[in-house]
């Protein structure tokens, strides 16, 4: 769908979405399979946006989404996405894109993977002593839940 963005106060890369989305999102049954909900989000080329296609192609990313509350026509996109948008279409304001296609987008399931960290430096631990006590195990997962 072409819908005119606004800013929201989002700290995440959610959108808000209008509430025919969702009921598109239900007629195809992606709200059934159970799995995340993810958009492509990319600048519309037209007369609207004053761009060509080829102009428009790098101004894209994709998001999750937050809420279905959106006035229809429009969506919200907090910073993170705005700024993709805007940074890889050439332009400066989220205002200057005119219009956004979103689309709702099945991403492939990957296998379960596993990650080790080790620190560049001491960090939180200097010389092998605890010098704040911190899980963070738990910083990194309440970080991440802010990431589609």
Known sequence: AR????PCARTDDKLELPPS???ELE??????????????VSVSA????GRTAAASSSGE???GVAEFTA????????????LCLTKGAGLDTLAAVGQVEVRYFRLP?????RVKFQPRG????AGGMNVVNIDLEHTLQESLRGHT
């Open 3 to 6: 819908l005119r963005p606004y």
């Open 21 to 23: 989305a969702l009921e």
């Open 27 to 40: 007629r195809q049954g992606a709200i059934e399979r159970g799995t995340l909900l993810t958009f492509k």
């Open 46 to 49: 037209g007369p609207a946006a």
């Open 61 to 63: 990313t994709h998001a």
């Open 71 to 82: 006035e229809e026509g429009t969506v919200g996109v907090p910073p993170r996405v705005a």
């Open 109 to 113: 399931r990957s296998m379960k993977s």
């Open 122 to 125: 001491e960090g939180f631990h």
